[in-house]
């Protein structure tokens, strides 16, 4: 079993910056592809970046391209989202998850182990 757990939301005005880590526990995530997800109040989640397991392969939605960045740390077991260039429309839960088939891709029926989430709120 994985877990995951997600950290680093939180309250930024538009523009601003934020980096959420997703740490795995119970076992190695290295040969897992690992995706972040968003879901708003009232909407369906939403894909938003994927990274392979070597991290050679990244995967990003239209909406955040240019904007985010998926990077991992396998010796630490961790995946980053780091968000730049804030917009209120980007708020959200997000959600970490991890794909032992080692994908990048926007499937969340794809993922295996989902995290509980951490809320990302942009304040225009």
């Known amino acids: 079993q994985v877990q995951l757990l997600e950290s680093g939301g939180g309250l930024v005005q538009a523009g601003g910056s934020l980096r959420l880590s997703c740490a795995a526990s119970?076992?190695?995530?290295?040969?897992?592809?690992m995706g972040w997800f968003r879901q708003a109040p009232g909407k369906e989640r939403e894909f938003v970046a994927a990274?392979?397991?070597?991290?050679?392969?990244?995967f990003y939605a239209d909406s955040v391209k240019g904007r985010f960045s998926i990077s991992r740390d396998n010796a630490k077991n961790t995946v980053y989202l780091q968000m730049n260039s804030l917009k209120p429309e980007d708020t959200a839960a997000y959600y970490c998850?991890?794909?032992?088939?080692?994908?990048?891709?926007?499937?969340?029926?794809?993922?295996?182990?989902w995290g509980q989430g951490t809320q990302v709120t942009v304040s225009s």
């Open positions: 998850a991890a794909d032992q088939l080692g994908r990048a891709t926007d499937r969340s029926r794809a993922y295996d182990y």
């Open positions: 119970g076992r190695t995530v290295r040969s897992y592809g």
């Open positions: 990274i392979s397991r070597t991290g050679g392969n990244t």
